[in-house]
């Protein structure tokens, strides 16, 4: 026990202390991970052998991330990337693991242990690539996007990859290594003694229970848990969705990563999307943090050192000619300007899929072990480099791209996200508005009942309290353009409003609130546009009453208009005098103004106020007649003809 | 440098390319007040207090909009009836406009040949803007030849289009910098692009 909290001590003590420095350093929070674990590790050897272990558990980060990721792609984004998934990351993974084959054969590898080395090689790092992207806000560029695709093409790639590689082992080690025991880690599956053909039966069934059981038993199970109230239910099935999945996939000998991917595809629709990506987030911060550590703590440094030069400069090699492939790829696949750079620069390294292929490799006899560890070195060295590489990016491609391109910016296609908190009466009309008008929205509402009664009609929104920062969060509030405030509460709309305010000053927010007192507390929370949830419906109410007692339409019309006009104004007014602390009806200033303002209203009304500029009847006077107070407001047809 | 006020009245701008451009042209040019009437009183509940206040700031008064049956859109119609008003514009008292300038810049969609007295329009585009030359006239406004693009239908993609656009960044830019030869202008019925030269004193 002690042990393991010593062991839990250091790691998060390594990251406490190097990743914000590393941050505050513009060296993003990867390659302070990896820092932190280079110290810990090979430096000060406060860890030792155990990283290998942990890394293994820590693997578990990248499966929460595929997860994640599918849980931002909608089945149709997925299926609108296919050619850039297919073509730019299906040429990206043949053309490199052609080039590094033919590099590995060149000194002097055998052809079936250069192409496993190839396609080890091939891969890049999800963990460390996405990590950075979404950091940078880099993510939806076009760069971005193609690396994402490229990176999916790599993370489903790996599982023919793992089908293929035991068909190149090599008979001779294979002898020597099953006499040899291994660390257990040789993906022994239920379907040890099974044909080719009931393997892949059984795997299509794993597939498609993740995706059957996603799709209907969810909704069920999330519906029970949301019903009890217990917000660490709902963390805790997340992780058993996960980690089910997982184990799963793990038994049937598929991938982990893809499996979650799936499963988070298939809930990419669900109600319940951003309360599991609220929940999961943190353990995948959390465990790919930890991961970057083992990564750096994994450095050999006696075999490093001992080869300096030769592994430095296969590394050095290795990601020139990665970049040099994907560069000529992004061209290929018109990429622009920076973009281009970004894809180039962003995918040059090895991953951690490489890791887990390696050892995949050695224990199939594929690779002999002593080429393993240097293989693992270069991985885990061009990892090291490419924080480095961004830098690079940003400090040198980057300034130089843009005195070229003259403001490129304008033309940006994606419109920014909508959110609506609370989807009540009011949220409704607003969502449906927007909808229909063609927008996106992400509407959130805590009340599971209204969400499964509005889906009936086919309203879709998240389940999930609006008020909640990491639930803001996985609903992009972040990089939203427009947020709607339509929440029940008093209280918690205030905090939403001074919360988003906070987080993405350049937000636009649209709040509801229920009174004057509300507006004033609303206004110096931060919103811009604020409405009062019965004001315009009683000054429609009062409109048609001035109909019904005879008024012109049109006359009744100008009055609610006036009316609106100078209430507007007197809030405005008002609002200078109000004391959050004092009530508003011991706030003797506050009550002579607003009496001053009630009583400017009414005259504005009766068009009896001394300015010309503020009566009722202002415009379409006769030329040069002083405004009749008394004259008819009736319609024409109401207007008794005149005495004999 | 005289004070360039341009009130663009569009309500169906989505669908006008000609006159988005025009818009956006006034609009980024320095030293020009620039008002979106739609969009500044989508609701037509105009701010009467507001548009005098801007008419007086302004020495020359530039309204942009789309021939709508013979007239301006409703909005521009509105605006002249409240904005105008009896004791501000004319009337006793009336006089806050004098020496102004008033200059309509109008897109047309059919071709300048219709509009004549043998054309299937029947009278000149300048004869047909005559209640806007005589609001001008009781405002003792100086009314300026209309800056007019005619057949605005087919000019969308051709240089016709372009032409008069730039042209209309010359008559801005002119009118801002005193380059406009208001006694040359007299002259004109209306101007397009091809005769605008003879106005400008330093053609950019």
Known sequence: MDGILFQAFVYLCAAVIAVPIAKRLGLGSVLG???????????????????????????????????????????????????????????????TTLAVTAA??????????????????????????????????????????????????????????????????????????????????????????????????????????????????????FRMIADSKLREMFTAAALLLIIGIALLMTLVGLSPALGTFLAGVVLANSEYRHELESDIEPFKGLLLGLFFITVGAGIDFTLLFGNFAQIAGLTVGLIALKALILFVLAVTFKLRGSDRWLM?????????????????????????GVLGD???????????????????????????????QAREADEITD?????????????????????????????????????????????????GDATRPDLLHSAGLEDARLLVVAIDEREPALELVKYARRTNPDIHIVAR???RNHVYQMYQAGADDIVREVFDSSVRASRYALEALGEHPFEAQKSTTVFVKRDREGLRE??????????????????????????????ALLGMAESRHDTVGRGWQTPGAVPDVRASRRPLSDNKPPQP | MARVLVNYAHPGQRHSRINRSLARCAEMLDGISFVDLYASYPRFNIDVDQEQLQLLNHDVIILQFPLYWYSTPALLKEWQDLVLEYGFAYGPGGDKLAGKYLLPVVTAGAAEE???????????????????????????????????????????????????????????????????????????????????????????
């Open chain 1, 415 to 463: 419109k920014g996200k909508i959110v609506i908190a609370g989807l009540g009466r009011f949220g409704q009309v607003v969502n449906r508005v927007l909808l229909a008008s063609g927008y996106k929205t992400v509407v959130l509402e805590h009340r599971a009942d209204t969400i499964d009664g509005l889906r009936k009609f086919g309203v879709a929104s998240f389940f």
């Open chain 1, 574 to 603: 008002l609002a200078s005098l109000w004391d959050p602390d004092i009530p508003s009806s011991e706030n003797q200033p506050y009550i002579d103004a607003s009496r001053g303002v009630a009583k400017r209203l009414e005259d």
């Open chain 1, 33 to 95: 991970y990896l820092i932190a674990g280079v110290l810990i590790g090979p430096v000060t050897g406060l860890v030792g052998a155990e990283t290998q272990q942990i890394q293994h558990f820590a693997e578990f980060g990248v499966v929460m991330m595929l997860f994640l990721v599918g849980l931002e792609l909608e089945p149709r984004a997925l299926w609108e990337m296919r050619g850039r998934l297919l073509g730019l990351g299906g040429l990206q993974v043949l053309l």
């Open chain 1, 513 to 515: 609130v229920f009174d």
């Open chain 1, 104 to 221: 590995a054969m060149t000194f002097g590898l055998s052809w079936s242990v250069a192409l496993a080395v190839g396609l080890v090689l091939s891969l890049s790092s999800t963990a460390i690539v996405l990590q950075t992207l979404n950091e940078k806000g880099q993510m939806k560029s076009d760069g971005g996007q193609a690396s994402f695709s490229v990176l999916l093409f790599q993370d489903i790639a790996v599982i023919p990859m793992l089908a293929l590689i035991p068909l190149l082992a090599l008979p001779e080690l294979n002898q020597a290594l099953h006499h040899s025991g291994d660390d257990g880690h040789a993906g022994t599956t239920v379907l040890a003694g099974l044909h080719g053909w009931q393997v892949a039966v059984v795997n299509l069934l794993a597939i498609a229970v993740v995706v059957v059981g996603g799709h209907y038993l969810s909704r069920p199970l």
């Open chain 1, 344 to 368: 180039t620069v962003a995918l040059a390294q090895a991953g951690e899929f490489g890791f887990v292929l390696l050892s995949f490799t050695v224990q199939n006899a594929v690779i002999p």
């Open chain 1, 374 to 404: 240097r293989l693992l070195l270069i991985v885990a060295l061009s990892m090291l480099l490419t924080p480095a590489l961004f830098i690079i990016f940003d400090k040198i491609i980057l300034p130089r791209l843009d005195r070229g």
């Open chain 2, 114 to 204: 219709t509009y004549q007295c043998d054309g299937s329009n029947c009278y000149s585009l300048r004869e047909l803007l005559a209640p806007l030359e005589q609001t001008a006239a009781l405002c003792q406004v100086e009314y300026l030849p209309p800056y007019v693009l005619f057949s605005a239908h087919q000019a969308r993609d051709e240089v016709s289009g372009d032409r008069h656009i730039s042209g209309y960044q010359s008559l801005l830019t002119a009118l801002r910098d005193d380059h406009y030869d208001y006694n040359a202008a007299v002259k004109f019925d209306h101007l397009g692009y091809a005769r605008l030269a003879d106005v400008l004193t330093e053609h950019n």
